[in-house]
């Protein structure tokens, strides 16, 4: 039973949500059960949070990994009130998940309390959620959306992660969090050293991070990555030259149309479209008529991004 106090006074609608939350405890399991705690407003919160956290643990995640996977479908849906309290939960996969569950939220309240934990977070999963959640927020910071203290102790802490003995899956996510760092020297030779890595894992987040750094010294690499026999390598490379837009990469692009690897293939069709010279427009056009339903398709929706707010017909530089 949960008792009310003079500022948490019962209205029918909590009322409703905390016996929902009854009704998981004792094993109820569907997703429009759990859809009714999209836009959880700051009364229900409050009563609501110690019922959830009253929970069992599978109970929890079930809740917050349906959350998740039900956002991502339906924009239209809204937990993030929920999973701010599923943030600091107990159990390392529910906070895991909460936390890349958050990924639309770039609210200064989320940086922070990723700022505080991150430095005595002990699970690898949560702390490589915490990286990543850091990328979004370092963009901000690169296009000065951020005041300069929070934008520091972002860098300060991602390169503490970069530089440490952590697995290498974290660090690589690091990497890739720094890289939107336009004209950081130390990101710059990051990203270098990243390249030139022994292991491959971190040289393919160098080259996706190429992608987000936009600094020009990179685009030779890329071309070269285009021709490289590792399909990682070519799928990133891909990616990252229509980031770039240049139009020296739509010629290997072209080749990677027939590549033996589908994403290769679709990662080129895509950056194609971003590229939008005439030539990427008239090879897309070829595809959009093709009997390749998957690259059809694909070929159709770049073709429709490329040319919704530029002329189809004038190349780009």
């Known amino acids: 039973m949960y008792f009310t106090t003079s500022s948490q006074q019962s209205d029918p609608e909590t009322d409703r949500l905390v016996g929902l939350l009854g009704e998981i405890r004792d094993g109820s399991r569907s997703a429009a059960l759990v859809g009714q705690f999209s836009d959880l407003d700051r009364r229900a919160v409050v009563r609501v949070a110690p019922a959830w ?102 860098r300060n802490a991602l390169f503490d992660v970069l530089r440490s003995a952590e697995p290498l899956g974290i660090r690589r996510r690091a990497l890739e969090s720094l890289a939107y760092l336009l004209d950081d020297r130390e990101v710059t030779d990051a990203i270098a050293e990243a390249f030139d890595s022994p292991y491959h894992e971190m040289r393919v987040s160098a080259l996706f991070s190429m992608g987000r750094n936009l600094d020009r010294r990179w685009l030779p690499a890329l071309l070269e990555a285009l021709e490289s026999e590792d399909a990682e390598f070519r799928y990133e490379a891909a990616k990252a030259s229509g980031e770039y837009g240049d139009s020296q990469a739509v010629d290997p692009l072209l080749t990677l149309i027939d590549d033996e690897d589908r994403e290769v293939q679709l990662a080129a069709v895509d950056a194609l479209g971003q590229i939008g010279s005439l030539t990427a427009l008239n090879a897309l056009r070829r595809l959009a008529r093709g009997d390749d339903d998957v690259m059809r398709d694909a070929a159709t929706e770049s073709l429709a991004q490329a040319t919704s707010d530029t002329d189809p017909f004038r190349p780009r530089l």
């Not at 998740?68 to 943030?87: K, S």
């Not at 700022?115 to 690898?124: M, N």
């Not at 999963?125 to 520091?152: K, P, Q």
């Open 53 to 154: 956290r009253s929970l069992p643990v599978l109970a929890r995640r079930y809740v917050v990994r349906t959350m998740v996977e039900m956002a991502e479908a339906n924009v239209e849906l809204n937990f993030w009130r929920l999973l701010r309290i599923a943030m600091a939960d107990p159990d390392a996969e529910v906070r895991a998940l909460a936390i890349a569950g958050l990924w639309e939220d770039d609210s200064t309240p989320v940086l922070d309390e990723i700022l505080a934990r991150i430095g005595t977070e002990q699970e690898s999963a949560v702390r490589e959620a915490m990286v990543v959640s850091l990328g979004r927020f370092n963009y901000r910071a690169a296009v000065e959306e951020l005041d300069e203290t929070r934008a520091e102790a972002i």
